[in-house]
């Protein structure tokens, strides 16, 4: 499902981002990507969904060479992914469900399929009696999983989470944790990068440890 | 909206500049037709033509089916029509003591699209015809008016060529700016899945509404400039040339500045959109 070879990514001409990294993740899995600040967790994540460019390696997603793929065709790459980010990412002057709505309308889902969909996706994640409100009006967690929401309401494969509890605390971090292995229990790939223990620790799964752009342990 | 009202301003005094000098062209241009429906050729006869020579003459006259009309103008009507002329105008003395004019023909055509070549053709064969003098239809006038047409012409197309450059470079950065406002979004669509042609649309469509809102908005001004200048000036006008109409930008003409103002809208906003698209998707 995804797999990394020998893949070198380098910013400036400082020592790289990513050095010489190869894994590979299973369809189905739940694996956590962890490391120390600058370990090239990130890095990955925006490799795999064709944000980032890399010099060295090949990587497959999906069967997919991210390589290979040039700019007009990236679409087809990140509707098989959904990706969620630490800071959100919401469009605040679009309420809860346009938020959701949103991610079906860029792929031309027609109106009644994105509506049913969106109603599905906000129930899932506990807040359809938020649809109407903004962004900026909900707490982190609520926030949080309205961006899950978002990324879960096209079904794509896999998910790919960037620190998705950094600015949560505990009791909201293991609601968003669960809502990711229901998500992987209904057969998505998830990739969840985080440097917190405490979530590490009460998930158990697969930890791909890295530091320094280099994996450390698979 | 503020980059918006801006673009679409600069758009319209851009199409306004290029419909004015459109005005004065067409304008010269129908001056020119309205002046050649008047042109007539004077044929100026030898002083000892034969009779023989003068109905070689009448009979090329009559043979060709595009003069309406010929009419014999001897030595004593010249020079009496000259003298009328004069009167008032000179105070020169007039009194040679020999009439200097030849006898001529003046011959008109009848009306139509290419009648002014025709006449050309027409005066070039008369002219090496035995017993004929010179021939005379304000020729170098004509050919003076229509190399300023050329220019005209030349001068046009390079103006609107510029204006057209000058206007992809404004509305590219109305629209750069437009993005960079709905940046945020833009990255969400494309980090979603959006194709890049989803995230132009939008982009695309304002380019050509700024280019459809500038043109309106200057064919708009320069009608009442038109009806304006057409009421003060329509009657000095045909004191100058007889018949002809005050004209505004012909419909085709209007159309096609509109399509092209809209044209040229798409290609900035086209050239904005697919560079930042690039860069985001591959940076």
Known sequence: ?218 | MQTFVISVVTIAISIGILGLFLIIFFNLNSFLSSWNQQVQLIVYLEDNISPAQKNNLKNLFGDNSRVLSTEEVSKDRAWKEFRLDLAGKSELDLDLGFNPLPTSYRVRFKSSDDRLLHIREFAEKIRSEPGVESVEYGENWINRFEKFMVFCRVFLMATGALLSFGLILIISNTIRLSIYSRQEEIELMLLIGATPHFVKIPFLLEGMLQGLSGSMLSLGLLGIVYYYLKNEFQTSIEAIAGGMDFQFISQPFLLILVGASMLIGLIASYISTYQYIQVLNKR
């Open chain 1, 1 to 218: 499902m995804i797999q990394l070879f020998n893949v070198v990514k380098k910013y400036g001409s400082g020592s790289p981002a990513l050095d010489d990294i190869s894994l590979k993740i299973g369809k189905g899995e739940f694996v956590f990507l962890t490391g120390p600040s600058g370990a090239g967790k990130t890095t990955i994540l925006k490799i795999l969904f064709g944000w980032e460019n890399f010099e060295e390696g090949q990587v497959l997603v999906q069967g997919i060479n991210v390589g290979k793929l040039d700019a007009e065709n990236m679409h087809t790459l990140r509707r098989s992914i959904g990706v969620i980010f630490q800071d959100y990412k919401l469009l605040s002057k679009k309420t809860v469900f346009e938020n959701v709505a949103f991610a079906q309308e860029v792929t031309n889902r027609d109106r009644k399929t994105t509506k049913f969909k969106t109603w599905e996706a906000l129930k899932n994640v506990g807040l359809t009696p938020k649809k109407d409100s903004f962004p900026p009006q909900l707490s982190g967690g609520e926030q949080q999983r309205v961006a899950i929401a978002r990324a879960m309401v096209n079904a794509p494969p896999i998910i790919l989470a960037d620190e998705p509890t950094g600015n949560l605390d505990q009791e909201i971090s293991l609601e968003i944790l669960k809502l990711f292995e229901e998500l992987n229990r209904n057969g998505a790939t998830i990739v969840f990068a985080t440097h917190s223990r405490d979530i590490l620790k009460l998930g158990n799964h697969r930890v791909i440890v890295l530091n320094r752009g280099k994996v450390v342990s698979l």
